[in-house]
């Protein structure tokens, strides 16, 4: 659920950025309980924000799921639902996220225990929405969930952004995937039925390196599709060299830039998958 701020900082909410959206609640068989908030209808994408929470950015993110014809469904693991990023603000909730039981951030071959709550949000989505299946996207801190929730078969349409779990220090992190063993050798065997799995990120992003690119090719093959964004020094469209966040913070909505064709090429990855029909032209 989401957080308040400490005491002296002052919390800047538009109450426009959640406007439409269903706010409610969901509990886990475990226990775990978050917010969710909802907006459009037809089958379900799960949209795992980023730190520092559902800032304005996840949230316009989220309609654009929503005007594509599927249901968005935003849980609120950490931070102010609708706040502006701002230093201080991402600071707390970076510190909040890496001492959370619920977040694996260092171990190389561990599934965070907040993916289980996720996965069975998947199924209670589906649920409720119908479909041939759930659509999950996760972002930076989150972006390797999606592969995690993979495991169960109701996730039929995962991306991965900026994959940046488990924190790339050292060699080994760096090409890690924040699953256990176990977990990924599911998700292979899904793989070698079908399940294609999207990841986003920028090429000069330390933060989810390219190592992790790598490995996840390796493993998964030709259903790996990785969409990598050249932010090299002079790139054309003039990505800093620090670019991270691909679909909100970092993108671009010019027509033909490649952050806006990766966010099409995104949409249209859940539309496919999840039996949503192309929008008239």
Same mark, same amino acid.
């Given at each position: 659920?989401?957080? !308040?701020?400490?005491?002296?900082?002052?919390?800047?909410?538009?109450?426009? %950025?959640?406007?439409?959206?269903?706010?409610?609640?969901?509990?886990?068989?475990?226990?775990? $309980?978050?917010?969710?908030? @909802?907006?459009?209808?037809?089958?379900?994408?799960?949209?795992?924000?980023?730190?520092?929470?559902? $800032?304005?950015? %996840?949230? !316009?993110?989220?309609?654009?799921?929503?005007? &594509?014809?599927? $249901?968005?469904?935003?849980?609120?693991?950490?931070?102010?639902?609708?706040?502006?990023?701002?230093?201080?603000?991402? #600071?707390?909730?970076?510190? @909040?996220?890496?001492?959370?039981?619920?977040?694996?951030?260092?171990?190389?071959?561990?599934?965070?225990?907040?993916?289980?709550?996720?996965?069975?949000?998947?199924?209670? =989505?589906?649920?409720?929405?119908?479909?041939?299946?759930?659509?999950?996207?996760?972002?930076?801190? $989150?972006?390797?969930?999606?592969?995690?929730?993979?495991?169960?078969?109701?996730?039929?349409?995962?991306?991965?952004?900026?994959?940046?779990?488990?924190?790339?220090?050292?060699?080994? @992190?760096?090409?890690? *995937?924040?699953?256990?063993? +176990?977990?990924?050798?599911?998700?292979?065997?899904?793989?070698?039925?079908?399940?294609?799995?999207?990841?986003? &990120? /920028?090429?000069?992003?330390?933060?989810?390196?390219?190592?992790?690119?790598?490995?996840?090719?390796?493993?998964?093959? +030709?259903?790996?599709?990785?969409?990598?964004?050249?932010?090299? =020094? +002079?790139?054309?469209?003039?990505?800093?060299?620090?670019?991270?966040?691909? *679909?909100?913070?970092?993108?671009? +909505?010019?027509?033909?830039?490649?952050?806006?064709? #990766? *966010?099409?090429?995104?949409?249209? /990855?859940?539309?496919?998958?999840?039996? %949503?029909?192309?929008?008239?032209?």
């Amino acid at each position: 659920m989401g957080h !308040a701020a400490p005491r002296g900082i002052p919390i800047q909410i538009d109450p426009a %950025v959640l406007e439409g959206f269903r706010k409610g609640t969901f509990r886990s068989s475990i226990g775990q $309980t978050h917010d969710v908030y @909802r907006i459009g209808s037809g089958p379900a994408v799960v949209v795992i924000h980023e730190v520092p929470g559902i $800032t304005p950015l %996840v949230a !316009a993110f989220g309609r654009r799921v929503a005007a &594509r014809g599927m $249901t968005a469904v935003l849980p609120d693991l950490f931070g102010s639902a609708g706040r502006v990023p701002a230093g201080a603000y991402m #600071a707390t909730s970076m510190a @909040r996220a890496c001492v959370s039981r619920e977040f694996t951030v260092l171990a190389t071959n561990k599934t965070s225990p907040v993916i289980r709550y996720l996965r069975e949000l998947a199924v209670h =989505e589906h649920h409720e929405c119908g479909g041939p299946g759930v659509g999950a996207v996760g972002m930076c801190l $989150t972006g390797g969930f999606a592969l995690g929730m993979s495991v169960d078969p109701v996730v039929v349409a995962p991306v991965l952004s900026q994959p940046s779990l488990p924190l790339p220090v050292g060699a080994g @992190r760096r090409r890690a *995937l924040g699953i256990s063993d +176990d977990d990924l050798e599911i998700v292979k065997a899904r793989s070698d039925d079908g399940l294609c799995v999207m990841g986003l &990120r /920028f090429t000069g992003d330390r933060k989810s390196p390219r190592e992790r690119f790598a490995r996840l090719r390796k493993e998964l093959g +030709d259903n790996f599709v990785g969409v990598e964004i050249d932010s090299s =020094e +002079d790139n054309p469209w003039g990505y800093g060299a620090d670019a991270h966040s691909v *679909l909100t913070e970092d993108y671009s +909505d010019e027509p033909g830039s490649p952050t806006r064709r #990766a *966010l099409d090429d995104v949409l249209s /990855f859940f539309a496919d998958r999840l039996g %949503v029909a192309s929008p008239p032209p």
